[in-house]
């Protein structure tokens, strides 16, 4: 429903967009925008590296350093120890880093992070176009990732599994199975086959997600180490159905040797969040409210299959386009979202727990 | 330290009996007490280098850890909370596991090696040079590199199950991928290479005259092999094992994605401690045990091999 009562705006800026002197949400020019946030300082940015950061450089990164004059580089990959680590020897290497929710909370925990500038944000962005859910006091939604339910159109058919319930429902759909080794989101997805509804699987029972997991690890022929392993995996016919990175099934849709649906499609969101001591926070701020912009996001969803902070930009991507990405209205309405409090705060039990259950 | 700078020193001199030495010499040239001292300087200077090295880039870490893991890191004190915590049965039951796997891929190692160190010390050296480089290129490649060649060879429509079933030896594809079977396979692939290394050496040293003075003497060839090449061969045998177990123990990327999630090692747990629970003590904690593990592993190794024999001089 936001996304309609803000169509008309978000178009009109869209379309002044395409315009000569480029106007920014809230009415600022792209040179204003400069202004409030340049600077001559280094940001070094922790992300996760590969394509992802690659098409995070070309739109956000050198952009913001030819407008502000304030220079980047990017490095790979957040863990929340080195940080620590980096802190207790007051030697904080990154300025801004693309947390998973999770990770985030155990920086917080830790008191590694200061509190986003919202204020120099909402200077640059309107309020309203980002997502109330991702404004966080120590972090600002970076991407999200979706785990979806795919297939083989050519073992399975085409019409695949609707459900998390089908997908693992032998008298349907027949082929081997692979599942991220992962309890998030495992836990999420076998709840979900158990009939549980995706608005009420928080608080998880942890007995009750285990003894949902005895029932489908059966099913299971494979246990997925790393993301990067799915493209081989469907590839090579080595697994017919799965619960996998949206990304990699974006890829086997393209390709033709896999495909997905946004049905159940769990959400997890990463965050942008600044190291308390790191010597560039001040740009690293500057930054995240470069990129909280629309037009950068509207450009980066195009290209990734991420849903992204900025909410507003749906309106300005051709429809067709627009539907196959995971923040569009339409599929958002079907995600089931991560809950990465819960996980904060039971990650010990569960973890202990998993590789238990794992290596019985 | 100072025992190690001993024995070089006592090699130089046994090295040059009395009679030996360079007698006559010119006047003004150093005598042979401070021969000896410059000597003895050079071996320290030597050694230096190596030894800051040891200690700042070997020790001091180790020594952090052995800290954190007894909660001074966390300025907690002393504690030995963070150890309780890794007797818990799961982790038991992937030690072992991690044990039992690093110990069947020296075993496997040890018998495929052994035959190929044996053929490189002894073809012509045209073939040897061959038989070296097609065993060493595969070091340049990386590990997860490797891994997922396995993979593309290994899978169900990989190349081996492609042919096995082309030719029709098999209906089916085998499951030689994405369990233990798949995890042994990489693992000896990759190994393979440092059990070699550490025991050509030991064979290029063995004086064929042995051999032959226990042919001429009446042995048959096996009982020269088993009683004369196999004992003198032994040092680099144990060092390879010992080589070999412990970058088994420690094997983490090739276990996880060849296994498909039926091999947890050890070292997966301590992953997860870090970087998923950020729990860096009892991360070091487990650190430490398996370290211990290893050392008494290697204590009990000696008792049985003879790790001095590597160092003894008289080889």
């Keep these: 429903m936001k996304f309609k009562g803000m169509s008309r705006r978000e178009l009109l800026a869209g379309l002044a967009a395409t315009g000569a002197g480029s106007l920014v949400g809230t009415g600022l020019r792209a040179q204003d925008v400069a202004e409030i946030l340049k600077g001559d300082g280094h940001v070094v940015v922790c992300t996760w590296g590969g394509h992802y950061t690659d098409v995070m450089d070309q739109i956000w990164f050198s952009k913001f350093t030819d407008a502000t004059g304030i220079t980047t580089s990017a490095t790979a990959i957040p863990d929340m120890s080195k940080l620590e680590v980096m802190d207790k020897v007051n030697n904080v290497e990154w300025d801004l880093i693309d947390t998973e929710g999770t990770q985030m909370l155990v920086a917080i925990e830790k008191d590694l992070l200061e509190p986003i500038d919202y204020d120099l944000i909402f200077s640059v962005v309107p309020k309203e176009q980002i997502d109330p859910k991702v404004m966080k006091e120590y972090g600002i939604g970076s991407v999200a990732f979706s785990t979806c339910i795919g297939w083989n159109p050519k073992t399975i058919g085409e019409e695949g599994p609707q459900s998390w319930q089908e997908l693992f429902d032998e008298s349907k759909f027949k082929g081997r199975l692979g599942l991220y080794a992962q309890p998030r989101p495992t836990f999420e997805i076998a709840l979900m086959a158990a009939g549980v509804p995706k608005d009420e699987i928080y608080p998880i029972s942890i007995d009750e997600a285990f003894e949902a997991c005895d029932a489908i690890k059966d099913k299971v022929d494979l246990w997925v180490e790393r993301t990067s392993q799915w493209g081989v995996l469907m590839e090579s016919g080595e697994v017919d159905l799965c619960g996998a990175s949206l990304s990699r099934l974006v890829t086997g849709r393209k390709e033709g040797y896999f495909d997905f649906n946004f049905n159940q499609a769990i959400v997890e969101q990463s965050y942008w969040t600044v190291p308390k001591n790191a010597p560039g926070k001040e740009d690293a701020m500057k930054l995240i409210a470069w990129m909280m912009q629309a037009e950068g996001m509207r450009e980066y969803a195009s290209q990734m299959p991420y849903t992204m902070a900025n909410t507003s930009i749906y309106d300005a991507i051709p429809e067709e386009h627009a539907k196959t990405l995971p923040g569009y209205p339409a599929n958002a309405e079907k995600n089931m979202n991560i809950d990465e409090t819960w996980w904060g705060a039971n990650a010990e039990e569960v973890r202990t727990r998993w590789l238990d259950w794992m290596s019985s | ?315």
């Design chain 2, 1 to 315: 330290m100072s025992s190690d700078a001993a024995i070089v020193e006592t090699d130089a001199a046994e090295g040059l009996p009395p009679s030996a030495r360079p007698s006559g010499r010119p006047s003004g040239r150093p005598s042979s007490g401070s021969w000896e001292l410059q000597r003895r300087r050079l071996t320290l200077a030597l050694m230096a280098l190596p030894m800051i090295c040891m200690a700042l880039f070997f020790l001091a870490p180790l020594f952090t850890l052995l800290w954190m893991s007894f909660g001074g890191w966390s300025g907690e004190g002393f504690t030995l909370v963070h150890f309780r915590g890794v007797v818990e049965p799961v982790y038991l039951r992937l030690l072992y596991f991690t044990l039992r796997l690093a110990f069947f891929t020296t075993l496997a190692c040890a018998l495929l090696a052994y035959p190929i160190a044996y053929l490189m010390v002894n073809l012509p050296g045209r073939y040897a040079q061959a038989m070296a480089i097609t065993l060493f290129i595969s070091l340049w490649l990386s590990f997860l590199a490797r891994t997922f060649a396995w993979i593309i060879i290994l899978q169900r429509n990989g190349v081996v199950n492609t042919i096995l079933q082309t030719v029709g030896i098999t209906s089916g594809p085998l499951e030689l991928v994405y369990n233990e079977v798949g995890v042994y396979i990489g693992m000896i692939h990759i190994l393979l290479p440092f059990m070699v290394i550490t025991l050509i050496p030991s064979m290029k040293a063995i004086d064929p005259a042995y051999v032959r003075a226990a042919l001429s003497l009446g042995a048959k060839p096996f009982q020269v092999f088993y009683q004369v090449y196999v004992p003198l061969s032994l040092p680099g045998l144990v060092a390879g094992s010992m080589l070999v177990f412990t970058l088994a123990f420690g094997f983490f990327v090739t276990p996880a994605i060849l296994g498909g999630g039926r091999t947890p090692t050890i070292v997966l747990a301590v992953r997860d401690q870090i970087q998923k629970l950020g729990d860096l003590e009892l991360a070091a904690a487990t650190s430490m045990v398996l370290l211990l593990i290893c050392l008494v592993l290697l204590l009990i190794y000696d008792r049985i091999a003879g790790v001095d024999k590597l160092f003894d001089k008289g080889r």
